[in-house]
């Protein structure tokens, strides 16, 4: 009989049970079909680079049990991550250019990041535990656009750099689109959606953090645990807010020490436009009577045409200043 890995190679139904058989799995995959992942760990440099499409999705999917790991980098690779013979950059999972994947159910831990995607639109992470990561979680990247991360967990991330140890990052810095700037320039991780997640404990940087350059995307229904900020390179809340368009609503952020905290939400307009239009609706925060404020709208004069709105909904507990730091709206 033919191992599990090779008697479905080509089947709708791929069935793995070692890391040699997912790497395996993942070379080979097709539009349509369904990677099945045995409980166990799985430990090696794990890369997807084939597009599913919206009619027929590619769907990676297991236990909980089921854990990918890749705890160290090895060899060199480009400055600008692109998947490179010899070169293993340590993410746990890596979709590279793989639209319309599906990831279910398993786990991703000991890992330099966390789940990677690069230029790998419509992709839905549901129910995925990430934990155990020295840099960022779950990465949205080089215009992953229109996305969902929903009924997941990730904690205890930047384990090694807690200055780049964001639970989840949509899009990337300006000064990093010489990189990722594949859209116009412009790391467009547009419209993704953050939805019933649990983020934190020991969440080292913003529990999400958006980047400037993205747009119409959604944080809805989270539970933010801020214990554990290391408040490194400024990062000292539950969310950063420098993308534009925002729904931000039914959010319940919470934080005890130990940690740095200065507010629940802030935004920051580091290029022109950036940080603006956002909402917040039906927020629930409680600051531990260390944040300062729930939300905190970092200028209002570089978004007089597209104003942050906060609105009556939201409220706030143990708040060292205030709910916010402008006008409500009913």
């Not at 999705?57 to 089921?66: D, Q």
């Not at 467009?188 to 995307?217: C, F, H, M, Q, W």
């Not at 539950?238 to 039914?250: F, H, M, N, P, S």
Request: glycine share 14%; aromatic share 8%; hydrophobic share 35%.
């Amino acid at each position: 009989m033919a191992a599990p890995g090779s008697r479905t190679a080509t089947g709708p139904v791929v069935r793995v049970g070692n890391a040699a058989e997912l790497q395996a799995a993942l070379a080979a995959a097709r539009p349509g079909q369904t990677i099945r992942l045995a409980a166990g760990r799985y430990e090696g440099s794990f890369i997807a680079r084939t597009p599913g499409t919206a009619a027929a999705p590619i769907t990676l999917t297991g236990p909980r049990t089921a854990i990918l790991s890749n705890v160290a980098s090895a060899g060199s690779g480009p400055s600008c991550p692109v998947p490179t013979t010899g070169w293993d950059p340590g993410y746990g999972l890596w979709l590279y250019q793989s639209a319309h994947w599906k990831l279910t159910g398993f786990t991703v831990a000991d890992a330099v990041k966390g789940v990677v995607l690069d230029d790998s639109p419509h992709v839905i992470i549901d129910g995925v535990h990430v934990y155990g990561i020295g840099e960022e979680g779950v990465h949205f990247r080089r215009s992953s656009s229109d996305g969902v991360l929903r009924r997941s967990v990730v904690a205890y991330t930047g384990l090694a750099q807690p200055a780049f140890g964001e639970g989840v990052y949509l899009g990337s810095a300006n000064s990093n689109w010489d990189c990722h700037g594949n859209t116009d320039g412009v790391d467009r991780s547009d419209r993704v959606r953050v939805l019933d997640n649990r983020i934190g404990p020991y969440v080292s940087a913003e529990l999400v953090d958006v980047k400037e350059g993205t747009i119409g995307g959604e944080i809805s229904g989270n539970r933010f645990d801020g214990t554990g900020i290391a408040g490194q390179n400024s990062a000292d809340s539950w969310v950063d807010v420098k993308g534009t368009g925002y729904l931000i609503q039914a959010n319940v952020g919470t934080f005890a020490p130990p940690g740095t905290f200065a507010n629940g939400y802030e935004t920051h307009n580091p290029i022109p436009g950036s940080g603006c239009g956002n909402a917040w609706r039906g927020n629930v925060s409680d600051l531990g009577g260390v944040g300062g404020y729930a939300i905190n709208v970092t200028s209002t004069s570089k978004c007089a045409d597209n104003p942050n709105v906060v609105y009556a909904s939201n409220t706030a507990t143990n708040a060292t200043i205030a709910l916010t730091n402008i006008a409500l709206t009913p």
